[in-house]
């Protein structure tokens, strides 16, 4: 079946514009994850969805950045007033629960001028 | 805190050649290891994973065991392919958590 998508593959932006990344989990999981990861680094969490509600958003960076799951499947993860330091690939992942194995997307690499 | 320290590469091998990719841990509970790959243009893989200490992971001729008196989950192939030429990346999460503590990498070149 299909795996976990993420749109755009890459996103250019300037310093201080809005961006949204989008995650598809694989259908049936309701545990959703976003991670970061800076060049040369390991992923590092971010924030963590069960069903519609966000469970545990203690990675998140700062108040620029934010995450919804509205309908419990789709995930957008939005940075306003993006800044160089933001520049890296942003990895959703989804399990059938938040116990099970963890299945990643490509990524969405995002580079701002 | 909880942390994960993997060799730095880039690891390059010949075919054929014995691989072995060094990963340590800290961790203040009972900890469960994992090792991904992620292969050019592709997620992020869960390649094998153990629970808890002297199980042993495998998985595609790799393996792993969970030592917790060195702290060590350090990944071997006997004979490694071009095809296993990748980034690895070792993890640890505790108490079945879901929150995945990742080491920054070590890629791995093999040559034919």
């Known amino acids: 079946g299909a795996g976990v998508s993420q749109t755009p593959s890459n996103k250019v932006t300037e310093k201080g514009k809005y961006v949204e990344l989008r995650c598809d989990p694989i259908?049936?999981?309701?545990?959703l994850y976003w991670y970061r990861q800076s060049l040369g680094q390991g992923p590092e969490f971010l924030i963590y969805?069960?069903?519609?509600?966000?469970?545990?958003d203690s990675g998140l960076p700062n108040d620029r950045f934010f995450a919804v799951r509205p309908e419990g499947s789709v995930s957008t993860l939005k940075i306003q007033r993006t800044e160089r330091g933001d520049s890296a690939v942003y990895l959703c992942?989804?399990?059938?629960?938040?116990?099970?194995?963890?299945?990643f997307g490509p990524g969405t690499r995002l580079t701002v001028t | 805190g909880n942390s994960v320290t993997q060799m730095e590469g880039p690891v390059t091998l010949s075919e054929e050649a014995f691989l072995t990719i060094n990963c340590t841990y800290t961790?203040?509970?009972?900890?469960?290891l994992f090792w991904y790959v992620q292969y050019p243009g592709e997620g992020l893989q869960l390649l094998l994973k153990?629970?808890?200490?002297?199980d042993k992971g495998s998985n595609k001729g790799f393996e792993a065991t969970y030592r917790k008196e060195t702290t060590s989950f350090h990944l071997e192939k006997g004979s490694v392919q071009v095809s296993d030429s990748a980034v690895y990346f070792c993890?640890?999460?505790?108490?079945?958590?879901?929150?995945?503590?990742f080491g920054s990498g070590t890629r791995l070149l093999v040559r034919p």
């Open positions: 992942a989804s399990s059938l629960n938040s116990v099970d194995e963890q299945y």
């Open positions: 259908s049936g999981h309701t545990a």
């Open positions: 969805f069960q069903g519609t509600g966000a469970a545990d």
């Open positions: 961790a203040t509970g009972y900890p469960s």
């Open positions: 153990a629970t808890k200490a002297d």
């Open positions: 993890a640890l999460n505790l108490d079945s958590s879901y929150k995945l503590i």
